[in-house]
């Protein structure tokens, strides 16, 4: 699909393809779409400059009853044909305003994802981001959780965990089971063929569907852990184009899974004792079509990547309040596994927090991966947090130090010791963002009111919510003492 440039474009697309619905999409806060719909006769071309009016205070995270007139302002260039629903649809992602003032409203997460790429123009460091998350999910066929007073569980389900090679599948007319043990062994799903992976043709679908809708794909295939474990990866693109096409990579995941009678989840860390769900997101910066980061230096990088590295190093307690926003976010960052916890960077060591990439020599393949965030993540700003302490490393010189490019488990004690590591809980990680946000406050991207917001709504919603609940392993622990 040709992206539309200008209102008058999408007025013409309506009509050519026949469109009876215009769907009007934004974020909330924490990092879910929200939307409402209009019939086709309520747009014209001046409501992309005087927006439509709706209520903003039921928006999680969003200002207070009294405050909650806001407008949604359409951007013509992310207009798309919804495939899933039934009455032709084009769906318009919009930014967020004040009416009385007209300003952008600072809570709104594109419009922060914004402000960091004109901060980083202004900045004199680059004039473009380039981003590339692989953000993987789990596809199951069964979920059910509850927590009450006196009660609370989770169960999920797959076709293809490991768990059910025992259990009767599929019984016959006769009463007989067809279990076929086409099961992926823990840790072992990356990548068996069909009919192990048994979600190829969903996959595709997914894949397929992404790219009608204009969002480039490199490659489909099946994840490491048992039980439906996926990863569809996208080609870069700038900061706030990413952002776009990450929302667009859910939504189609998620309803192309509930078309087969599946279920999705990001959750990080959805199955005990298996490979979590990470976003491993890849960084460059660029300057007049020139890769900054691409120099002589170590893994062929260049002074500025360095230091955009320290900056990272030096920030990634705090921008983890970002990336990995969720209690369950540190259930997947726990020391002596797989997971990247470790401060600090190499060429090939998988778990260091920030990787640099050898499968080409190209200096426009040269880039910063930063293994630490997953998907549960709000994407501009996990993003819009990554840019800005890079762009804060270059600004100030901050040295990385050594690559880690031991294997980390050989290391002894005490050199392990020395090596720092990411929060343990979402808690840690928002005191961090409580004692380090100058670096996110340069050219007002973050205000202190979106840090301040951020903290409190995370601290009550989430991190005390499930202080308070008594959890099911404490029952096998403690119950009997």
Known sequence: MTPCKSPKEVISLIKSENVKVVDLRFMDFPGLWQHFSIPVCELEEDTFEKGLGFDGSSIRGWQAINESDMLVKPVPETAFIDPFMIH?????????????????????????????????????????????????????????FDQTQNMGYYFLDSVEGRWNTGREEDIDESGLSHNLGYKPRYKEGYFPVPPTDSLQDMRSEMMLTLMDMGVPIECQHHEVATGGQAEIDMRFAPLVTMGDHLLKYKYVIKNVAKKYGKTVTFMPKPLFNDNGTGMHTHLSIWKEDKNLFAGDGYAGMSQAAMWAIGGILKHAPSILAFTNPTTNSYKRLVPGFEAPVNLAYSSRNRSAAVRLPMYSTSAKAKRLEFRCPDPSCNPYLAMSSLLMAAIDGIQNKIDPGEPLDKDIYDLPPEELAKVPTTPGTLREALNALD????????????????????????????????????HPWEFALYYDI
């Open 435 to 470: 004692k380090d946000h100058e670096y996110l406050l340069k050219g007002d991207v973050f205000t202190p009111d979106v840090v301040e917001t951020w903290i409190d709504y995370k601290m009550t919603n989430e991190v005390q919510a499930l202080d308070v609940r008594p």
């Open 88 to 144: 032709k649809t084009i769906v318009i992602i919009c930014n967020i305003c004040d009416p009385v003032t007209g300003e952008n409203y600072t809570r709104d997460p594109r419009n922060i994802a914004r402000k960091a790429e004109i901060f980083l123009r202004t900045s004199g460091v680059g004039d473009t981001a380039f981003l590339g998350p692989e953000a993987e999910f789990f596809i199951f066929d069964d979920v059910r």
